[in-house]
């Protein structure tokens, strides 16, 4: 009687189920888009894109939203035209039965700047993925310059530019990963050697690294050094740093 009564039970919670699945698949089937929610997440104060932003391109589409039927809306398209734009990271466009269009953007972190010597500059973010300026924004990251010319596309580029890229990109993650030499970093010099040196904010000295090869070991040298100078209040009597030689730190002074 009791296995009964519990198959019984289990039937009538079945129908049930089916019969609010029954309703709202109904519902929805007449649903028409009556409003666009946009999120766009904001991570240190990034702003290179807003929710007027992705409502326009949406609507750069061409196809009516508001007022359409939920299941006629063409949401493959609508991601990705806005995997399109060039400061979106990713992005989640989805519908609910009560007839909003949801989006959720994400966007590119920007990780340094690249200024090149003939005065083209676009970003690199903290994917390795090339950025382009914005009109409306600008984001307060160190700058890598000098002997530099890598072009925006990948396609204009060759192998020693690409190469380059990789190594700037391998010193700025590591110098970002820690506080003080995030904050010490002003902007990073490639020199005609293709050597990085640094211009500290703190400092009249320039910090010659020459390549990315031990990156570790040259930065715990550097902060020695720093603690060593600093206690001695002697740190504006050099001119450069350099760390290109294992286990030395060389000292250029001022005349």
Known sequence: MKKIVNISLWVLLFAGVSLLLGFSLAERKDARCWKIDVEVEQLSGLYFIDADAVKAQLLSLGDPILGTLLDSLD???MHEALMLMPSVKNAE???SNDGRLNVEVSQRTPLFRILNSDGSSFYVD?????MPLSSEYTARVP?????VNIP????????AREALLEEAIELFRFIEADPL???QTEHIVVTNHNEFEIVPRVGAHRILLGNTDHLYDKFARLRSFYDAMVLENNLNKYKRINLKFRNQVVCERYF
Do not use: K, M, Y
């Open 75 to 77: 949401i493959s398209r």
């Open 93 to 95: 466009v989805f519908t």
């Open 126 to 130: 903290v994917d390795g993925r090339r």
């Open 143 to 147: 700058i890598l310059t000098g002997a």
């Open 152 to 159: 925006f596309s990948v396609l204009e580029s060759n192998a």
């Open 181 to 183: 030499w995030s904050a």
